[in-house]
């Protein structure tokens, strides 16, 4: 059974780092792309980046580029979406999700249970 | 203000029937194949349809999708109470470079 388990909900400060995790379980970590979208309180999805796991390609939004940072480690099936220095309006739900990426045909097949990321002072 | 455009809401009575529409344009939705999740209240999104209009499996065929032009249109048959929930589409944006999302629909059962 594929299965993607996030971390748990974390509470920061504005300026301070963070870095949250999801890990996959029940497929070839390695041969799929792994995806976050964030989802801001009361509003929609929005497509944050990716990464293939098997030679850490890294893609990322426009919209998010230089914001954050997605790694991997393949070790041990897992993925992370990091801050070097949080703001107020970083506080949302964070997913992540397997992507399949096909010419024309992405979608997410996969779900994680969703991290809450709040930063207040 | 997303790509891609839904409707905010959409309600019917159990057991008819109701469409949710995705607006895009020819850099998405015309050229790129279209995907629609499931978010339950307090829930992770769940893939309802790929592909303009496959289901995976597990997902009733009271779900269905299609697509023509720049649009595409989510159905939902025979509504229960349980499909109460928001409804987002998707689909890559080659001139973005990105995946887009719709702002999503809520679907209330009356």
């Known amino acids: 059974e594929v299965q993607l388990v996030q971390s748990g909900a974390e509470v920061k400060k504005p300026g301070e780092s963070l870095k949250i995790s999801c890990k996959g379980s029940?497929?070839?970590?390695?041969?799929?792309?792994i995806g976050w979208v964030r989802q801001m309180p009361g509003k929609g999805l929005e497509w944050m980046g990716i990464?293939?796991?098997?030679?850490?390609?890294?893609r990322y939004s426009p919209s998010f580029q230089g914001q954050v940072t997605i790694s991997a480690d393949k070790s041990i099936s897992t993925a992370y979406l990091q801050w070097s220095s949080l703001k107020a309006s970083d506080t949302a739900m964070y997913y992540c999700a397997r992507q399949i990426a096909a010419a024309g045909g992405d979608f997410f097949d996969y779900w994680g249970q969703g991290t809450l990321v709040t930063v207040s002072s | 203000q997303s790509v891609l455009t839904q409707p905010p809401s959409v309600s019917a009575a159990p057991g008819q029937k109701v469409t949710i529409s995705c607006s895009g344009s020819s850099s998405n939705i015309e050229n790129n194949y279209v995907s629609w999740y499931q978010q339950l209240p307090g829930t992770a999104p769940k893939l309802l349809i790929y592909d303009n209009n496959k289901r995976p499996s597990g997902i009733p065929d009271r779900f269905s999708g299609s697509k023509s032009g720049t649009s595409a249109t989510l159905g939902i048959t025979g509504l229960q109470t349980g499909d109460e929930a928001d409804y987002y589409c998707g689909t890559w944006d080659s001139s973005l470079s990105a995946l887009v999302f719709g702002g999503g629909t809520k679907l209330t059962v009356l």
């Open positions: 990464i293939y796991p098997g030679d850490s390609d890294t």
């Open positions: 029940g497929y070839s970590f390695t041969s799929y792309w």
